[in-house]
């Protein structure tokens, strides 16, 4: 382990082993430049989530078009992006136990370093290992504008514990971690836009209450692939954490715009590579990726290519293929492409990113091979 | 890539970083033993599936104690236990593709080495294959049993399917697949018969019809964790291929025995150690483990050593404690065992086994640190 990869540069799709993680780096690459886009109108800064790529080489590229970092949310997917160059991370997640708190302390001396807090313990450990480790790390104060999961209420619990974070050697208060998840995927735009007003107006009025307390926030962040462009507009807000966008995936894509249509602000661009390994019967076919290719928490995979395929019953290392609704009938051997239903933990089953150019024709190629550095960074 | 792993032995297991997949050695060990004493007495084979363990190291344990070999369900998880020392594997499944037969064909060199078949088009892709390579393959013919999954009907196309096999230099006929996946987690005994009862009848009718043409069964494989004394005591099936029971899981507990208590032939050996990184109101907690360290199609992981405690609303690092029910109140960074609802994905989402002696007493420590040597072995 790491296992051998199933493709090499040069390769034509088809050729590459299944299941494997295909990126369409021609779409890749256009959502990658529409945010950096969006953020330059905004005037507001980009920090995307690694969580989604697990990827130095991916977040490099995101840097070059002006992100100014990378989120990370556990220590050791942190230490994975720092050792592939990536020189400023923040680890948007609280943080607990004295060898993990070493650790980020340690990657402190290697690239500039934030966290978030949303306690006092917490505060007080982290400051041990900063002054330990000889470095100065700059804290977020979470606070919970509805997403209900972690983070202190917002107003003065948040200005208590920022100045608890002043108070602390080795230690910076840098802002405010204000991250609504649960708003991500409501489906129309006026929930989206309902449960984000919400969270701005939170934010703002502890902005201002911590102005009041003589402390300033360099940084406000929080916004995913769903609502970015509200927190973006906001005036609030001033630094963007989304990480699907780089991918898409089909949950993201059930999401609807003003008009009603699909979310389509993102393309597509990732993939699972499947082979038909059984075909028992003629409305029935059996594909070698399940419950070790994908996750299955929001659903099940689309099928590209195969109009009316339905992906269903999924085992192990079997999926399903319901073809009763489909004209065109595949054959025993063929590769298919399926969009994952939610791409971050479907990203972390896989050692490998095979990224196709010209994708959807005859000459999509095999152009790249790049590790999941940091799949099954945990802890 | 891969990590480092979350704890060394001989540390005590609170200090065990987290998340972290921890294997109760000693459990494990009963459970080993309670499965060769089983076949033992039944007069059959067991053949043990590595999808679920993924370890060479636990494989040759098995195999220390009567296993014949190991089942596998991919080429690239056999080759992780040949390399292991395992040197009997049966991949029990069906392999399509040119690369990934040629890479079966060559493991023909280092270990005897079984494949299952559904369909002409493979055996003449394997036959291939194995003439190539210059070596000689056994195979099992699949026949559905009532999975509706892979498989031939049973009887006269299992017949012509083997008959097919026997024409194909460089393979041998073996016998026959037969495995009824969906009966594994009917909850009554009483349903399980049933089902199994079904499949023996196919499977026996359909062994009948090959002795008549000439063909004999060397193996009958198949049955799993929730079924295996049926198989096992059928006069049919030698050769069982029960995975799960090394660890047992949440939804393999939530089989019913005759009498309609819980199935607990086996015990727990399975968990993820968390840590509870957040405590935002005293009803409710985080921890730091979510889609990332378990898969969630079998349902939630069941909280140990907090009475009460429900686990719910995962998201890709959290996971929340519900502790409306408990009269016990943890405390920020206290560390607690959670059983996974499917032990075999959960496995694979993990670098490392952290085997615990003495779990649940005041000494239980890290005696081993194993590898998940086939984790992500997909294709």
């Known amino acids: 382990m790491p296992h051998l990869p199933p493709a090499i540069p040069g390769m034509p799709l088809a050729e590459v082993d299944t299941p494997a993680l295909v990126v369409d780096l021609d779409a890749f690459e256009r959502n990658l430049k529409k945010m950096a886009g969006f953020v330059a ?6 920090r995307p989530h690694a969580k989604t790529h697990k990827s130095p080489i991916i977040g490099l590229k995101q840097m070059q078009l002006g992100a100014v970092g990378l989120c990370c949310q556990k220590v050791s997917e942190a230490e994975a992006m720092v050792e592939g160059g990536i020189p400023d991370v923040y680890v948007s997640n609280e943080v607990m136990g004295a060898r993990k708190l070493d650790r980020l302390a340690a990657l402190g001396h290697q690239a500039r370093v ?19 480790a000889g470095v100065t790390l700059r804290v977020l104060v979470e606070i919970d504008v509805g997403a209900n999961r972690c983070g202190v209420p917002p107003g003065a619990p948040a ?18 971690q204000s991250y609504q998840g649960r708003a991500q995927h409501l489906r129309s735009l006026a929930e989206r836009k309902e449960a984000i007003g919400q969270a701005i107006a939170w934010t703002a009025d502890t902005v201002t209450a911590l102005k009041k307390a003589g402390l300033e926030c360099e940084v406000v962040g929080g916004a995913g692939t769903g609502t970015f462009e509200i927190e973006g507009a906001s005036g609030v807000y001033n630094e963007l954490q989304a990480g699907s966008y780089v991918f898409m995936d089909a949950d993201y894509a059930r999401n609807l715009k003003a008009d009603g249509s699909r979310f389509d602000t993102f393309e597509h661009a990732l993939f699972v590579y499947a082979t038909i390994m059984s075909m028992p019967v003629a409305e029935r076919a059996v594909i070698d990726a399940g419950l070790k290719a994908f996750t299955f928490e929001s659903g099940m995979p689309e099928v590209t290519g195969l ?18 609704a489909c004209n065109e009938r595949p054959r025993l051997g063929d590769k298919i492409l399926l969009i994952p239903p939610h791409c971050d933990p479907t990203v972390n089953l896989h050692d490998w990113y095979i990224g196709v150019r010209n994708m959807g024709t005859l000459s999509a190629r095999v152009e790249s091979v790049w590790p999941v550095a940091a799949r099954g960074a945990v802890f």
């Open 41 to 46: 109108k905004a005037g507001v800064r980009l």
């Open 114 to 132: 934030m966290v978030a807090v949303d306690n006092e313990a917490a505060v007080e450990a982290l400051g041990t290992a900063a002054r330990k």
């Open 159 to 176: 200005v208590a514990l920022a100045e608890r974070v002043g108070r602390e050697k080795g230690l910076v208060f840098a802002g405010l």
């Open 307 to 324: 109009a009316g395929a339905l992906y269903e019953r999924p085992s192990d290392e079997h999926g399903g293929l319901n073809l009763a």
